[in-house]
């Protein structure tokens, strides 16, 4: 049976419609914090295959907390990756387009060179390294900009602010790709289903700034778009740094027969109404 960690997330929650017979474990039921027992742990529930989609995702306080941060994004992934291979099965994990540094004018393929500008993104590269140094096989899916109609998610926000009516920035000098979470588990699964291994780019197809995707969102909504305000990242200073152009494309999936993802502007719609009506 395929073990699911992490499963009270965004993209854990997304996989529970495309793993039906997977065993679905939240933190509540299987805490990473105690990477000493993880092994242990793992072996009783024998498993089939890990998904793993738990991490610690606050990239802000990741700057402060970049003990936490690292225990859970690479060495409880490092303890996964360990009894993945002494079991003989595949482990899925999940990592992030904060990899890379952002300043390339195209997009990131999974050879490309990486370099985490914060804290986040040194503690997802630790974890993508130790998981392949301890387990080849394992799956190392990249994606960015997860949105789902179930959790907080930016989306979310944008929707909320706009139901207030008054004006509210958002910045416009960042490029990523937006990743609609159901799509994510639909691409994992063909993945896992086809044993692909090592690193491999998921994300919606194209690529946008916060700003537009904003706009996209609070207009399909039915509220007005016209109060969003563009600014740069300059003018909105977060504790982490953010890579400027993060856009992620795939060099291996095309090979592997693995389909392109949909365009985020085709999947965002199921987004918005899921939140519209929570
Ligand atoms: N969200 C994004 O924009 C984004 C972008 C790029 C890559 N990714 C990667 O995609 C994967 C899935 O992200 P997501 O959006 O689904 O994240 P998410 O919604 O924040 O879910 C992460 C899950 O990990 C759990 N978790 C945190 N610490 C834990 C611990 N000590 N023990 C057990 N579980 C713990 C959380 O539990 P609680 O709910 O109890 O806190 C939460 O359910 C992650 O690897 C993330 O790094 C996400």
């Not at 503690?123 to 301890?134: D, H, Q, V």
């Amino acid at each position: 049976m395929i073990v699911v960690l992490g499963a009270g997330g965004q993209v854990g929650t997304a996989l529970r419609s495309v793993l039906p017979d997977a065993r679905f474990v939240a933190r509540d039921g299987f805490d990473l914090s105690d990477t000493a027992t993880i092994e242990r742990r793992l072996a009783r529930l024998a498993p089939s295959a890990v998904v793993n989609c738990a991490a610690y995702t606050a990239v802000d306080r990741a700057e402060s907390e970049q003990e936490a941060a690292h225990r859970i994004n690479a060495e409880a992934v490092a303890a996964m990756a360990r009894y993945a291979a002494a079991a003989g099965i595949p482990l899925v994990t999940y990592s992030t387009d904060y990899v890379f540094a952002g300043d390339a004018t195209v997009p990131y393929v999974e050879s490309d060179a990486t370099d985490p500008v914060n804290a986040y993104g040194r503690t997802k590269l630790a974890g993508e390294r130790a998981a392949m140094l301890a387990h080849p096989g394992t799956l190392v899916i990249r994606t960015s900009w997860v949105i789902s109609a179930t959790h907080p998610n930016f989306v979310a926000t944008m929707l909320g602010l706009a139901a207030k009516g008054a004006p509210w920035r958002v910045v416009s000098d960042q490029v990523g790709c937006p990743t609609v979470a159901a799509d994510l588990a639909a691409a994992t699964v063909a993945a896992l289903d086809a044993g692909v291994t090592g690193i491999l780019h998921r994300t919606n197809t194209g690529a946008t700034t916060w700003f537009h995707l904003a706009q996209a969102a609070v207009e399909l909504a039915g509220h007005d778009p016209g109060l969003i305000e563009p600014c740069t990242t300059a003018d909105y200073p977060t504790p982490a740094r953010r890579p400027v152009c993060s856009v992620l494309a795939s060099e291996r999936a095309g090979p592997l027969g693995l389909a392109p993802l949909p365009p985020w502007r085709q999947s965002l719609p199921a987004v918005v109404d899921g939140l519209s009506v929570r």
